[in-house]
């Protein structure tokens, strides 16, 4: 469970209803080693590695999860849609694996090679590998014959060059308090942002955006029309649980935003929110009522499919407006192409 430190930080972050001076010193190291990094990159002495395809990096500056899982997805797909043949890249957050690169397919251990991967892996059906070194891995997809590579998460993996940067925030908390960690949520500085190729923002932008990219975001949503059981036994229409009382357990990197799409269905939620990544016990989860248990599509990777029938994911879709994706989707599509020719 989320303990007393993580909640005070977060209302440090993101409310503004705490002190914020005893993490200012820690906070002046961290951007300190964020621009000593940057400058070694700069100059030479640490090198940053190009492949031969092009790479388009999917990440955010701000810590916790904002929606990059289901934005790799959605732009994995659309772009093999176009004839690219893409192949995804992740670290593997929560799994044991870290010693090579790891091919991973829907039928991996998540305990092993991470619950985002496998997810990646069963909804984008494009090659996945994971590897604490994404340069590596990234060849281990260009021998296997990828022509696009597509980085989760590794806006600040600067080793891995990159032809193109998405940056992915969250509309209902935005940057917080714009501050560095751990006075604030940011892993990098908000003026990183101007210099990003472009921003997504899962909900609603808000109306004092300050850079210009900020300005130019694209809004999307992540839709849930219906729940699956674990089992794979049957599927219900979300509006079938309204009214009724859940377990919702959510092991991601803002639960709130889960407990609220359910809550926004009309369902009354009895929450659970876990650590992004956490293992699932799946006794532990058998409350001792009768009620349902719903879970995301990640945290059900992790419990396989021989759990009893209360156990249900809710998968989601990301939603753009068409008038917006085709046009960033014909960029980047000319873009990725005319690279590639160069190449």
């Not at 992915?168 to 935005?174: A, L, N």
């Not at 992540?222 to 649980?241: I, K």
């Amino acid at each position: 469970m989320q303990g007393p430190l993580y909640k005070w930080i977060h209302r440090v972050w993101y409310a503004d209803a705490g002190p914020v001076w005893p993490l200012l010193p820690f906070s002046a190291l961290y951007w300190a080693l964020i621009r000593l990094r940057g400058w070694c990159y700069r100059i030479g002495l640490l090198r940053q590695q190009r492949m031969p395809v092009p790479v388009i990096v999917v990440g955010n500056i701000t810590a916790g999860g904002t929606g990059k899982t289901p934005v790799t997805i959605w732009l994995a797909s659309e772009l093999k849609a176009r004839g690219f043949r893409p192949g995804i890249v992740s670290r593997g957050y929560g799994g044991s694996h870290s010693a090579s690169p790891m091919r991973v397919d829907a039928a991996s251990d998540p305990s092993v090679v991470g619950d985002e991967p496998v997810l990646l892996a069963r909804r984008s059906t494009c090659p996945v590998v994971v590897d604490r070194d994404r340069v590596r891995a990234a060849q281990m997809l260009v021998d296997d014959g990828a022509n696009l590579i597509i980085a989760d998460d590794g806006l600040q993996h600067l080793k891995l060059g990159r032809s193109y940067e998405i940056c992915v925030i969250d509309g209902t908390r935005w940057l917080g308090n714009r501050r560095v960690l751990p006075g604030g949520p940011l892993r990098e500085p908000a003026s990183r942002l101007a210099n990003v190729d472009q921003i997504l923002v899962n909900g609603r932008c808000p109306e004092d955006c300050v850079l210009a990219n900020e300005q130019n975001a694209l809004e999307f949503q992540l839709q849930a029309t219906e729940v699956r059981r674990l089992n794979g036994s049957l599927v219900r229409p979300m509006q079938n649980f309204a009214e009724q009382t859940v377990h919702a357990v959510a092991a991601i990197g803002n639960p709130g935003r889960f407990f609220d799409s359910l809550r926004a269905q009309g369902m009354q939620v009895i929450e659970h929110p876990l650590a992004d990544h956490a293992p699932l016990d799946i006794e532990a989860l058998n409350f001792a009522d009768n009620f349902d248990i719903l879970m995301t599509e990640k945290d059900a990777v992790k419990l396989g499919t021989q759990v009893a029938d209360r156990f249900w994911f809710v998968p989601v879709e990301l939603q753009m407006d068409a008038s917006l994706a085709g046009p960033w989707l014909e960029q980047i599509e000319s873009r990725m192409k005319k690279e590639l020719s160069q190449s």
